[in-house]
């Protein structure tokens, strides 16, 4: 089947549709609030069924060259001594080499480059209004133009405006896991020094700061701390400094050179469950539908290989509405495992009492002892299998 698509939202998931329906000759239009590719987020460890879709892509060659070595993950106290390591060769080598650890910004230009101008983007804009038609469905933009398409696509993220005006208010279908988490990047010659090639995170309680360097002298920041609250700060920079206060002195020159609050990626951590993904002619896809949180570890690799499948069962379906039943049908039991995942691993992210942290730390120095590596594999990345 070929037709025609509108996609809001131009994150990983709508890229990655975006670049599949344009090699079968689709007609895209991806619709985009921002006013370009995000510059702010975090570095990842892409691996599982969405390295597996990057290949089929034809893709691996760019992550290659945008991803970054990282020695050892390393679990820090306040005086920067490492309590316990964990070598990602030895992770590589678990997940039979299949591992790449890149910045989420940097896999987003990577997709952008691939479609170049085989779809249209429409930046600053939004979508107002949608009219399902029976055999398509008529889309009018917040910008004042209207587009009539035989699919529209929401793939914008975890507060989903698309399933906000056609599914209902977000609160339904957000599972909050009571975590707040931020990322940022800054330059600092001596932070970066002092991480010596390592992803660095502090063995804390209740919240945990972590820093990887990248090119020149700059680092990354990534931050995770409890909260029983689910909005968001007003100020974001001030709720930072005071929340990550008194973990050290480069905690203190991390939060010195935190940039302004609205540069600073701040979000929620959650999970999203929606009992049906399909609306007539419109369908849900990433974080709209199936956000898993960073505690799973597999947002962005489970973005790119869902909209791998639905692009598949469109562009081999006889019709738009059975091509939807068949991608809900294969890919939700993927990711209702992920999330099944993610919720079991909080502990191991960040522990809530003295006594988790510890059992954290005793098993990283038991993953250290021969054979263990597929459980290290699994135990770390909280790795699923693919159900393609």
Do not use: K
Not at 6 to 30: D, M, Q
Not at 96 to 125: C, K, Q, T, V, W
Not at 134 to 140: L, S
Not at 186 to 204: C, E, I, N, P, S
């Amino acid at each position: 089947m070929i037709g025609s698509a509108v996609i809001c939202g131009a994150g990983i998931a709508g890229l990655s549709l975006a670049h599949e329906l344009v090699r079968h000759g689709w007609e895209v239009t991806l619709v985009e609030r921002a006013p370009g590719l995000r510059e702010q987020g975090y570095m990842m460890d892409f691996f599982g069924p969405g390295y597996e879709a990057a290949e089929r892509m034809g893709l691996l060659g760019r992550l290659r060259e945008l991803s970054h070595d990282v020695d050892a993950l390393a679990y820090v106290d306040e005086r920067g001594r490492t309590r316990a390591s964990v070598g990602y060769a030895r992770l590589a080598r678990a997940l039979d080499g299949r591992l790449l650890s890149i910045m989420r910004p940097d896999l987003e230009r990577a997709l952008r480059e691939a479609i170049g101008d085989a779809a249209e983007f429409r930046y600053r804009d939004t979508v107002r209004e949608v009219t399902d038609r029976g055999d398509g469905v008529r889309v009018a933009f917040a910008g004042g133009s209207v587009r009539d398409a035989g699919l529209l696509v929401g793939a914008d993220g975890i507060h989903s405006h698309v399933r906000r005006h056609l599914w209902g208010a977000e609160e339904q279908f957000i599972r909050y896991l009571g975590l707040h988490t931020a990322a940022y990047t800054f330059d600092d010659r001596q932070v970066h020094a002092a991480l010596a090639g390592r992803f660095v995170m502090t063995d804390t309680v209740d919240r945990t700061l972590g820093l990887y360097g990248l090119d020149g002298d700059r680092v990354a920041a990534f931050m995770a701390h409890t909260s029983d609250d689910p909005d968001l700060p007003a100020d974001r920079r001030a709720a930072l400094r005071d929340r990550y206060a008194g973990l050290g002195r480069v905690a203190a020159r991390t939060l010195d050179r935190c940039p302004p609050g609205e540069e600073v990626y701040y979000d929620q951590v959650a999970q999203v469950e929606v009992p049906d993904w399909r609306r007539g002619n419109v369908v849900l896809l990433g974080d709209a539908c199936q956000a898993v949180s960073l505690l799973a570890g597999q947002g962005a690799s489970l973005a790119v290989a869902g909209a791998c499948v639905l692009a598949d069962h469109l562009v081999t379906a006889p019709s738009v509405p059975a091509a939807l039943r068949g991608y809900q049908a294969q890919w939700r039991p993927v990711v209702t495992a992920a999330q099944r995942a993610g919720r079991r691993g909080a502990e191991w992210f960040l522990p809530r009492s003295e006594a988790a942290r510890r059992r954290r730390l005793l098993m990283l120095h038991l993953m250290a002892l021969p054979g263990a590596g597929r459980l290290l594999a699994r135990g770390v990345t909280g790795r699923t299998s693919s159900a393609r």
